[in-house]
Nanobody, 122 residues
Framework: QVQLVESGGGLVQAGGSLRLSCLAS????????MGWFRQAPGKEREFVAG????????YYADSVKGRFTISRDNAKNTVFLQMNTLKPEDTAVHYC???????????????WGQGTQVTVSS
């Protein structure tokens, strides 16, 4: 069982930056593939970024590639999402999730956090 708690969301102007954190409970965190998803009002939850257990392999949606960076610190049971050059279309509730392997499909992830709101003003 893994419990996930996100933090770091907020209101920022376009062009600004935010760093999201996701703290995981449990001793098996380092064995999980970790992903970030987001869901805007009236839209489906979509994949944003993912990172394998070692941190050596990362994956990004085309919409955030070059602006967002995912990383993890297994010693601290934490995964991060550094978001730079934010755009109004990045506004959404952002969720972290744990799964067994890389996937962009939300159904492939076993555990989810409660989400943190990111709002980007124009």
């Amino acid at each position: 069982q893994v419990q996930l708690v996100e933090s770091g969301g907020g209101l920022v102007q376009a062009g600004g930056s935010l760093r999201l954190s996701c703290l995981a409970s449990g001793r098996t965190f380092s064995t999980y593939f970790m992903g970030w998803f987001r869901q805007a009002p009236g839209k489906e939850r979509e994949f944003v970024a993912g990172i394998n257990w070692s941190g050596r392999s990362t994956y990004y949606a085309d919409s955030v590639k070059g602006r967002f960076t995912i990383s993890r610190d297994n010693a601290k049971n934490t995964v991060f999402l550094q978001m730079n050059t934010l755009k109004p279309e990045d506004t959404a509730v952002h969720y972290c999730a744990a799964g067994r392997s890389f996937s962009t499909r939300k159904y492939e992830y076993n555990y989810w956090g409660q989400g943190t709101q990111v709002t980007v003003s124009s």
